[in-house]
């Protein structure tokens, strides 16, 4: 009979969770704020190229919040990591980290990119004023999980906060950013 218990693969799967997001990294590094705007720089251009509809949301955002680069890995416990800019017209203003932790039935790892376009006034101070953002459920996605065409209605065109997910690279289904906090860095 086996001596492994559900308490030592809970143990395991989150020793091996922080293993994986370690060797993962972000790509980013610690190497400061040119290194991020560069990776900004490039991730709108990629966004911009593969889906022409976000320069349309760009022209009526009021700031964008991009994360070139997110890393989640999970093994019944799981986390995500990530840093970007926030960017009002064409200049950077803030730094932001990006962190989820959650528990539940998940195995793998996946890479991605994404970028929250505040398209009120309202909307982009409150999430500057904020000590620690929380994006929700209530987010409206603009491009699925799976890379199809920019679908922007008239209800996502009304709504604060547009989300758009893109780049996803990994072993795990699906990019949510939901529970995800973001909190402003100085890198």
Do not use: W
């Not at 997001?21 to 290194?35: F, I, M, R, Y």
């Not at 949301?57 to 019944?76: I, S, Y």
């Not at 999430?127 to 065409?149: M, Q």
């Not at 893109?166 to 990019?175: I, K, S, Y």
């Amino acid at each position: 009979m086996s001596s492994f218990s559900r308490r030592k693969f809970m143990t395991l799967g989150a020793v091996a969770s922080t293993a994986a997001l370690a060797a993962c990294g972000n790509g980013v590094g610690s190497q400061g704020a040119e290194t991020i705007d560069a990776r900004v720089d490039a991730t709108l251009n990629h966004m911009y190229r593969e889906y022409p509809g976000t320069v349309d949301l760009r022209n009526k955002a009021a700031g964008m919040l991009v994360m070139p680069l997110v890393t989640e890995a999970g093994f019944g416990i799981g986390g995500g990591y990530g840093r970007g800019a926030l960017r009002v017209g064409d200049t950077t203003v803030d730094y932001y980290s990006a962190a989820k932790a959650n528990v539940g039935l998940q195995f793998g790892a996946q890479q991605y990119a994404h970028v929250l376009f505040f398209m009120t006034q309202d909307a982009l101070m409150s999430f500057r004023r904020s000590n620690g953002f929380a994006a929700g459920a209530d987010l409206e996605y603009a491009v699925s999980d799976v890379g199809e065409t920019l679908r922007a209605e008239t209800t996502t065109s009304l709504a604060p906060i547009i989300a758009v997910v893109f780049a996803q690279a990994g072993l795990r289904v699906g990019a949510t950013l939901e529970g995800t906090k973001y909190t402003r860095i100085i890198p």
